[in-house]
């Protein structure tokens, strides 16, 4: 082989070794173009479906929002048909119609009130022959609850649980009952007070709606009501304080007060206090008993006279 065949040969191979590493590389980069060509293709197919979907459920939704409002389209027109097939009709009512109806039913109301008793402790109505309320075991009215609003002076039949006759003004059975059954709670707070509280007057000052609490082993507290009325509440309180004088009890202590009132009983001292008597209204005073409570300073506390000063400027010098 002659050196010009030589060389030709080996610029011939070197042309095409490059010729080969640049079509391995033309390869190497038309594979990766047509593999991203691929996935953008995926993806832009699944873009494409996910729109389609949503279209779809868009679609759906609009179809179920659509068929809502017909509905509630349908249940309006329907109701409008009623009301205006119900005015129609109430406009066929006479008067004469109502008033039968109205008879009717207070009639009927009436019928079923006949054998009913209503406790007076729970309001608990009670049907038949029983002597005792089922809910709270407080003894029943003897009379049914139309017998309670009959009028005893011109006979009227009252509504049940009414204080005053509609027709006289009379007071009806039922209001006797309730204001009686108060006294005799009333009542009994009283004796309690008697046998629990013996160094204190008893509250004869009015009111009603009694009730005598024991918040401590010491401590008692009266309450009264005087229904929109301050100042018979005031004027109960004042009065009350008369009477604890007039039984002995007095002011004492450093700090003597009519709104604090002690009384020594065989070496105990008893102390009524109305200092916060209205705190919860005047319409509602009450008053506090404590026993075994002696005023600061004690019972017998007397205050000291002041010292005399002396005539001589140089007198306290020489004592």
Known sequence: MGLFDKVLKDVTKGLQDVADKAGEELKSQAEKAAS?????????????K???EASDAMSDASDGLKSELDKLKDAVDEMNVAVKEADEAMSKVSDEDWTRAES?????????????RVCLNCDNPVKGDVKFCPKCGE?????????????????KQNAPGADFCTECGTKLPYKELVEEREREKDQAVLRKWSEELPWFPVWNCGGTDYDLDHPEDNIYCFSVYFQDDERGGE??????????????????????S???????????CYHATTEHSFEGGKDSPNVYFILNDEPQGGFDYVKPEPKKKSGS??????K
Do not use: W
């Not at 991203?36 to 494409?48: I, K, L, M, R, V």
């Not at 400027?313 to 020489?318: A, H, K, N, Q």
């Open 139 to 155: 003894k029943l009215p003897e009379k049914t609850v139309l017998e309670l609003a009959m009028c005893p002076k011109c006979g």
């Open 36 to 48: 991203d060509a691929a996935e953008q293709t995926a993806a832009a197919e699944a873009a494409n």
């Open 50 to 52: 996910a729109v389609n």
């Open 313 to 318: 400027p140089f007198g306290s010098l020489f």
């Open 104 to 116: 009717t039913l207070e009639r009927m109301a009436m019928d079923s009130m006949k054998d009913m």
């Open 258 to 268: 009519d709104d604090h009132l002690y009384k020594m009983v065989d070496g105990v």
């Open 235 to 256: 004027a109960a309180i004042n009065q009350y304080v008369q009477i604890l004088k007039d039984n002995g009890f007095r002011q004492a202590g450093k700090y003597p």
